[in-house]
């Protein structure tokens, strides 16, 4: 467990704690990237990590690293967007996108298959608003000095690694790794991603607070049954914890947000497990934080 206390005597020492937690996650990232370059027969990586644990940054500060140091074209394919249209989905009002009978896996396969043939492919798009796959699909050539990317919840499922070489990829896995006790109260590991998704599916889903806490039922079963049980087969992992947020996310959790009559028991709890924490400023959070992922 990690004692999050930190005292801020201005301005200038958050943007300084905030400098320093972020270049501690990139430096993960990129550690995992310089070895991975020096495998010249990797030409698929799957990365994983349970529900708003940071994996699409992750991806791209991998792609950014790899095309510095070796000119390797990084290709980043989100497994969301081979989810099913909502209507195909057997509960409609409020599907369950976190097992492998959400993604349209037949055409999963052929995705795959035509860039393992080095084969123009025809990536799908999915519109989390509307719960439907855009009309309009992606073009991609595979490159010969190139790496793709699958990142996702699904990313290691055995469906999923089933059908890729084995001698040819790599897998990666992040997550908050530690709970936290932060100014007097226990965070968990799973409350810190909870906030998270609260936000982003608030901002991003066009999710209520009730429909976001009544999927995490799912959610966590889900990372219970197919997430953690494989995190172990993963070649490296990354800890996504950055701790200021604590600090950034408070005022997100406690005014942006908007708690019906059956969501007040969440709200006084929220209120409560953050009233020690002292603000930090969203604007000190860099553009290329991971954290951006889930405040915009």
Known sequence: MVVYDKKFENQNAMKSFIAERELAYC???ETIAKLIAQDEKIKIITLCGPSCAGKTTSSYILEKTLEAISGIDLKIISIDD????????????????????????????????????????KLPKFDFVSGNRQEEYDIYMPHKKGIVVFEGIQAMYPEITAILPVESSVSIFIDILEDVYAYGNLFTRRDVRFFRRLVRDFQFR????????????????????????????????????????????KKYLLDMLEYDENDKFLYDEIKQKFENIPDIPA????????FKEFIG
Do not use: M
């Open 27 to 29: 430096s993960q990232v």
């Open 82 to 121: 081979f989810f099913k249209n909502r209507n195909e989905v057997e509960n409609q009002e409020n599907p369950d996108y976190e097992t492998i009978a959400s993604i349209d896996f037949d055409y999963f396969k052929i995705c795959v298959n035509n860039i393992l043939e080095g084969k123009e492919t």
């Open 206 to 249: 066009d999710a209520s607070v009730k429909k976001t806490r009544y999927l995490w039922k799912n959610v966590s079963l889900n990372e219970k049954n197919n997430i953690y049980p494989y995190s172990f087969e993963a070649k490296y992992t990354i800890n996504s914890s950055l701790l200021y947020e604590f600090n950034v996310i």
């Open 283 to 290: 604007e000190f959070v860099p553009e290329t934080s991971v």
